[in-house]
C-alpha cells in the first residue's frame, strides 16, 4: 500500500448497530476518490461487539483499515 494521502478517524463507543451501515457506505465512497487513504477506528471501551465487529471489517479490509482498541473507556 502506498502511504496514505488521506486518514479518516472514527470514534467508536457501543456503535454496534451502525458499524455495518457505515461501513457499507464510507469503504465505496473513499475507494471513488482513486487516491490511497486509511481509516482508522477508535473503539474507546465499548462494552457491545463493536470491537468484535472491527476485527472483523480489519480482517475484509487489512489494506486500508486500522483498529485501535481501548479496554476502558477514556472518554
Not at 455495518?20 to 490511497?36: E, H, T, V
Request: net charge negative; glycine share 6%; proline share 5%.
Amino acid at each position: 500500500m502506498n502511504a496514505p494521502q488521506l486518514s479518516v478517524v472514527i470514534p467508536v463507543y457501543n456503535e454496534e448497530q451502525g458499524l455495518q451501515s457505515l461501513f457499507d457506505r464510507l469503504y465505496p465512497a473513499l475507494d471513488k476518490l482513486g487516491i490511497a487513504y486509511e481509516v482508522v477506528f477508535i473503539n474507546d471501551g465499548s462494552r457491545d461487539r463493536s470491537a468484535a465487529i472491527l476485527r472483523e471489517q480489519f480482517q475484509k479490509r487489512p489494506d486500508v483499515t486500522r483498529v485501535i482498541l481501548f479496554n476502558v473507556n477514556l472518554g
